[in-house]
């Protein structure tokens, strides 16, 4: 099994600013790479595939990076609609998910 | 659009069990790849295993021996059914559409199944 660890766990920033995630991979994964978004009540959301590829609808505040074990999800300007739980997920081989960011005011 | 919802008990006894059932509307069932996902209170999400309506399947390999996910193409559905709960199955449980290579495009917004006597 892989083992994705996310940091921070909560990160606190204001309207505007940027924020900075990060996703640690325990074995390479290449760019298998998605990240989610998940608010309270909704359906989780995905945001990011192949490491930097946003997927359909996503703003282009929303940019993801790295490869290997790697990875960063930037959003560049919070906005109030951004503070949510984030997660990423390998899919090299049978999925795994990290323990989520949780992005606050 | 494509939506997906779960339904299902909410409350399953120990030993027994577990169905859960999603109906997707937007999008014919028999395309694609359908998953199912939980979170216990307080961990991580999970991958359960997904279904292909040709009938490929893929299960987590924790888990595979307890799981089955089934299709029913005439009502757009698929279904989860876990044996043998145990209090460590309680969790809310997604199911999610797979629009390839386990990468999971749409999801339900989840349902809380507790495993409690």
């Known amino acids: 099994e892989i083992v994705m660890t996310q940091s921070p766990v909560t990160l606190s920033v204001s309207p505007g600013e940027r924020a900075t995630l990060s996703c640690r991979a325990s074995?390479?994964?290449?760019?298998?790479l998605a990240w989610y978004q998940r608010k309270p009540g909704q359906a989780p959301r995905l945001l990011i595939y192949?490491?930097?590829t946003r997927a359909t609808g996503v703003p282009p505040r929303f940019s993801g990076s790295g490869s290997g074990t790697d990875f960063t999800l930037t959003i560049s300007s919070l906005q109030s609609e951004d503070f949510a739980v984030y997660y990423c997920?390998?899919?090299?081989?049978?999925?795994?998910f990290g323990g989520g960011t949780k992005v606050e005011i | 659009q494509v939506q997906l919802q779960e339904s299902g008990p909410g409350l399953v006894k120990p030993s027994e069990t577990l169905s859960l059932t999603c109906t997707v509307s937007?999008?014919?069932?028999?395309?694609?790849?359908w998953s199912w996902i939980r979170q216990p209170p307080g961990k991580g999400l999970e991958w359960i295993g997904f279904?292909?309506?040709?009938?490929?399947?893929n299960y987590n390999p924790s888990l595979k021996s307890r799981v089955t996910i089934s299709l029913d193409t005439s009502k757009n559905q698929f279904s989860l059914k876990l044996s043998s709960v145990t209090a460590a199955d309680t969790a809310v449980y997604y199911c999610?559409?797979?629009?390839?290579?386990?990468?999971?495009?749409?999801w339900g917004r989840g349902t809380l199944v507790t495993v409690s006597s």
């Open positions: 999610a559409r797979d629009m390839g290579a386990t990468i999971f495009d749409y």
């Open positions: 937007g999008v014919s069932i028999t395309t694609y790849y």
């Open positions: 279904f292909y309506y040709s009938g490929s399947t």
């Open positions: 074995q390479s994964v290449s760019s298998n």
């Open positions: 192949g490491a930097s």
């Open positions: 997920q390998q899919y090299i081989n049978w999925p795994t």
